[in-house]
């Protein structure tokens, strides 16, 4: 089975723009969570998608969003960018949901000047 | 609470055993997880535990849990310079997210 596919690998944006990153989970995994890496805040926890629903979100602002796609693909989209968002956003996949089992994908790696 | 902490850095030799520990405060969590990330990486699942098991071993790791004392830790068996990377301890249950600790970072040296 191929593993969880983060595109694009890599984004530079400047502040105030807004940026979207795509996730394609493991074939026949329904939920989809992300999550946020900075070498400050460690790994913090974004929101989950399962079956094209938000079922649990982290305390982050409104401008971080998400959907979820009925073939379990989802994007996360961030609005207004500011320096401090500049982070790598990590994608995990599970079948069942929740924090069961997470496979993470390779990454995308945002930075904001 | 649910802060989860690990020791910053761990050197050990090649061929050694390494161990990585971690202690977290949340006792309801159902699931231990031990994630490994190499640079430029995301993170690799390594192996987990219920919180009804007091040990696992898989291979070269061993993890032990002790609930009550809220301790998980990775052995790591003749440790190689292809494990050096950084270790995340993680726990969660239900529909909960993970909540990772900071990490240990091993250095496995020849």
């Known amino acids: 089975k191929a593993g969880v596919t983060q595109t694009p690998r890599y984004l530079i944006k400047t502040r105030g723009q807004q940026v979207t990153l795509s996730c394609s989970p493991i074939?026949?995994?329904?939920?989809v969570s992300w999550y946020q890496q900075t070498p400050g805040q460690g790994l913090q926890f974004l929101f989950e998608?399962?079956?094209?629903?938000?079922?649990n979100k982290g305390n982050f602002p409104g401008r971080f969003s998400g959907r979820q796609f009925s073939n379990s693909r989802s994007e996360m989209n961030v609005s207004t960018l500011e320096l401090g968002d500049s982070a790598l956003y990590l994608c995990?996949?599970?079948?069942?949901?929740?924090?069961?089992?997470?496979?993470f994908g390779p990454g995308t790696r945002l930075t904001v000047t | 609470g649910e802060d989860v902490e690990q020791s910053l850095f761990l050197s050990v030799r090649e061929g050694d055993s390494s161990v990585i520990n971690c202690t977290y405060t949340?006792?309801?969590?159902?699931?231990l997880y031990w994630y490994k990330q190499e640079p430029g990486a995301g993170l690799q699942l390594l192996t987990y535990?219920?919180?009804?098991?007091d040990m696992k071993q898989d291979q070269r790791l061993t993890v032990l849990l002790n609930k009550k004392d809220k301790h998980l830790s990775l052995r790591i068996a003749d440790t190689q310079t292809g494990d050096s990377a950084i270790y995340f301890c993680?726990?969660?249950?239900?529909?909960?997210?993970?909540?990772f600790g900071s990490g240990t970072r091993l250095q496995v040296q020849p």
């Open positions: 995990a996949s599970s079948f069942s949901g929740g924090s069961y089992e997470q496979y």
């Open positions: 074939s026949g995994h329904r939920s």
């Open positions: 998608y399962f079956s094209e629903t938000q079922r």
């Open positions: 949340d006792s309801s969590s159902t699931y």
């Open positions: 535990i219920f919180s009804n098991m």
């Open positions: 993680a726990h969660g249950g239900g529909r909960r997210a993970l909540t």
